[in-house]
């Protein structure tokens, strides 16, 4: 169901309309899934892997899979609140809304810095492989210095910021890796880990004695299980992906059943790629003399040793002795998962801060949206520059462990939520239930903190190990940012949150709605100077059908943004639809209205038809597409190819005003039956004349234009009226021109769709495209909706029968 929010208002309009507002769920199951295995499969698998093996040894198969068993723990906890509060925000909305403050806030306050460290991470480590790229292919030596003053750290850390600002940038344009782009991206990083453990296996069991490595104690967990559970908090930053799942809840199809199953599948799917990516670098990996050297250490260094010291290059340097062309392809996946992992996180980073600015436990500026972009340009702004801070200030280990320490911190308040919610939430929605309550979420805040320690001990934070200054970072950071907050707090946010405002928009016109009849006939308005003869018609088709209207407006909202916030921006698009709607009540139709809230305006149409069940959609067109890969534009194109009901598409001609001729140019077929009805309802409200048409070749033969008279004049039996219907077969080698010649002399053109249309990379066809674009008066172009002959024509294109009779004019 469409998140629907309304409120009575007492205007002047017709009592009998409503405008509503609804949210407008584009993102399927896969779409999500994707974004969650996509953000675990990020930088972490290219940059952790080494350093968690020096932790762990060998051991780190069992580590990864046993953060795997300890993340399902906090996992069901978030597939349970996010099926049940599908909105922008994740963890911070939830723990706001069950704990006492200051835990609500401090929710927020972690997420924000624990997305916007991990984002530091995905930074440096871009910085770390795009230096490492130009160390192989452009012959810079390794420890190179430029001009004397720029070592290669310092341009490590430069490299970071120019892609922190450059991701800023983008998310401040509104403009974003698309649900397709992600998939893609995701896709060949996943093929390119496979080839890297598919080699790596084979490196391994080539060796005789590789059993040993695996099994014998202690080389398998050379550092015990000291080292092991430290490795496994080091990478626990990997394995959050279900928080950024959640935070896309409110823009998901069916979130109560999908964000809990995508929760699921993304674990799924990541666990086993750490456990043999692990497998295959430890296994894979021959410790030569150059690896040796370049790790600080000796040939007979084992190979976990080496990996460590390596760092976030050590799976680049173990796929350079196993895969073919291994560096560059490891290189190239690791700059792909790193900048994917740098939109993401600025994007969740700047979500949750946002969301904060919105509640005013943030100074109210982060909660602001840009009147052009509508981003939260504040929000990305301030969170760029607190990542760009960490990525320069602070080194790759201490980074990861900041984060991990602020995601685990996080996730404990999340379990004890959950817990909290089933006393105080009874009535909760929960289309997911985490079975044995309340234990997994309790046994879930054990296991993390018993992470917390271990993951310090093995940074050097103890007596014995010494004082670690990787680990002593990370404390510090952790340790500010906390103390910080509690400054934030009780000097701002305590106050300001008991004065937040309302923020919604009021977005019903009037109290009642229209009465539901069988049929219904949707018009989305884009442009307002054609609103006026758009509803003309649809109230001529709307009688004829005994149908009633629904009016829409789609509010296109930027994928930074959440989509709740797109209500700031819909006064205009109601005021226009409530006048619109005033058209439809003078003639006695029914009408209803709505503004769709989504991110793209054709897939809110498709959800509007699809959850209104209506029988029909009329839009409009400017008689040109924007883009070459578009015949009509992008969202009309979608909404034609992809609407389960009859589609009509009118062209408003220079001229607009009373349709007194309309003509009708028809080849006989389920599209020209439609077009001949939409031309009879017009006709009778207007007492319009109709001239039927049908063009054949100059060179036609008798039969031809026997089938063609025959064609007419059914049709003009069809419109039921002698007196103002007439026929005519014209002659024309081009049918199209033919038809464009003749509409010179009427008001209106209808014409269906020809069957090239739904065969090649045409909406309704050749000729109905050609006559819309060029006719001197106002067109409409139909398609009938075929219902599942319609889908398999589109899917499986079948070829024209040889003896079809050559279109002319509609079908």
């Not at 959440?562 to 709607?581: C, H, L, N, Q, Y």
């Not at 959609?617 to 070459?628: A, E, I, N, Q």
Request: charged share 20%; net charge negative; proline share 5%.
């Amino acid at each position: 169901m469409a998140d629907t929010q309304s409120t009575a208002g007492s205007g002047d309009a017709p009592p009998e309309e409503s405008v509503e507002t609804e949210l407008s769920r584009d993102m399927s199951l896969a779409d999500i899934t994707f974004i969650g295995v996509g953000a675990m499969i990020g930088a972490g698998v290219f940059a952790l892997t080494g350093f968690a093996a020096g932790l762990a040894g060998p051991a780190l198969t069992v580590a990864f899979v046993l953060n795997g068993l300890v993340a399902m723990f906090t996992a069901v906890s978030y597939a349970e609140l996010g099926a049940a509060f599908p909105e922008a925000g994740g963890g911070y909305l939830w723990v706001k809304e069950a704990l006492a403050d200051p835990n609500g806030f401090y929710a927020g306050w972690m997420s924000w810095f624990a997305h916007a460290v991990a984002c530091a991470l995905y930074a440096v480590t871009f910085g770390v492989f795009l230096t490492e790229f130009f160390v192989v292919f452009a012959g810079l030596p390794d420890g190179f210095v430029l001009f004397g003053l720029v070592d290669r750290l310092l341009v490590e850390k430069l490299l970071a910021v120019v892609m922190v600002l450059a991701f800023a940038y983008i998310n401040y344009r509104g403009a974003e890796e698309t649900g397709k782009a992600g998939v893609v991206v995701t896709t060949i990083k996943i093929l390119i880990l496979g080839v890297f453990v598919a080699f790596g296996i084979l490196a391994t069991v080539r060796e005789p004695n590789w059993t040993a490595t695996f099994l014998d104690s202690p080389s398998f967990a050379p550092n015990g299980l000291v080292g092991v559970i430290g490795a496994m908090g080091f990478t626990y930053i990997a394995f959050e992906g279900y928080e950024i799942i959640v935070q896309s809840g409110e823009e998901v199809v069916d979130p109560g059943t999908n964000v809990p199953k995508a929760v699921f599948y993304s674990m799924a799917i990541v666990v086993p790629i750490y456990v043999l990516v692990a497998f295959a670098a430890i296994g894979g990996i021959d410790v030569t003399a150059e690896l040796a050297g370049r790790a600080g250490l000796t040939t007979a260094a084992p190979t976990w040793q080496v990996l460590g010291n390596l760092g976030e290059l050590g799976i680049i340097e173990a796929a350079g002795q196993f895969v073919p062309y291994g560096v560059p392809l490891l290189l190239f996946a690791g700059l792909a998962a790193t900048m994917s992992a740098l939109n993401a996180t600025i994007y969740s980073s700047s979500r949750v801060s946002f969301a904060m600015g919105r509640d005013r436990v943030l100074p109210g500026f982060f909660g602001r949206i840009h009147d052009d972009k509508r981003t939260p340009h504040w929000a990305i702004g301030l969170s760029a520059v607190l990542i760009g801070l960490m990525a320069v200030l602070l080194p790759i280990e201490s980074v990861a462990a900041a984060a991990d320490i602020m995601f685990i911190f996080l996730f404990i308040q999340v379990n004890w939520t959950v817990v909290k919610m089933r006393a105080t939430h009874p009535d909760l929605p929960r289309t997911y239930e985490i079975p044995y309550m309340p234990w997994p979420p309790l046994v879930g805040i054990v296991l993390q903190f018993i992470l917390t320690p271990f993951l310090l001990l093995e940074l050097g934070l103890t007596p014995g190990l010494g004082a670690g200054s990787e680990g002593f970072v990370a404390l510090v950071t952790t340790a500010v940012w906390m103390a910080l907050g509690l400054v934030v707090y009780y000097g701002y946010s305590e106050g300001k949150e008991a004065e937040k405002l309302e923020a919604e928009t009021p977005t019903v016109v009037t109290e009642r709605a229209p009465e539901r009849r069988e049929s219904q006939v949707l018009v989305p308005i884009a442009n307002p100077e054609n609103a006026a003869q758009l509803m003309r018609t649809a109230i001529d088709v709307a009688r004829d059908r005994d149908a009633e209207i629904l009016v829409m407006s789609a509010v296109e909202v930027p994928s930074q943004t959440p989509i709740s916030e797109g209500r700031r921006f819909v006064d205009e698009k109601r005021e226009t639809i409530a006048a619109v709607m005033e058209l439809a009540t003078d003639a006695g139709v029914p009408v209803g209205g709505t503004v769709r809230l989504g991110h793209d305006a054709g897939t809110a149409i498709l959800n509007t038809i699809e959850e209104h069940d209506s029988d029909a959609v009329l839009m409009g067109w400017r008689g040109r597409g924007r883009r070459r890969d578009y015949i009509l534009g992008s969202n009309v194109d979608e909404v034609v190819t992809k609407a389960p009901c009859d589609v009509l598409v009118e062209r408003i001609g220079p001229t607009d005003g009373e349709v007194d001729s309309i003509l009708l140019p028809t080849a006989g077929g389920p599209h020209a039956e439609l077009a001949a009805e939409v031309c009879r309802a017009i006709a009778r409200t207007n007492d319009a004349t109709v001239h039927v048409m049908n063009v054949v070749a100059a060179d036609a033969g008798e039969r031809d234009r026997e089938d063609a008279q025959r064609r007419v004049n059914s049709t003009a039996a069809a419109l039921g009226d002698d007196e103002l219907v007439t026929t005519t077969v014209r002659e024309g080698d081009d049918v199209a021109a033919t038809i464009v010649a003749a509409t010179e002399a009427f008001d209106l053109t209808v014409i269906g769709a020809t069957r090239e249309g739904l065969l090649q990379q045409l909406v309704f066809g050749a000729i109905p495209e050609t006559v819309g674009r060029d006719a001197a008066s106002t067109v409409i172009m139909a398609k009938r909706d075929l219902g599942i002959i319609s889908w398999v024509t589109r899917w499986f294109k079948r070829r024209r029968d040889d003896d079809h009779v050559p279109n002319s004019g509609g079908e």
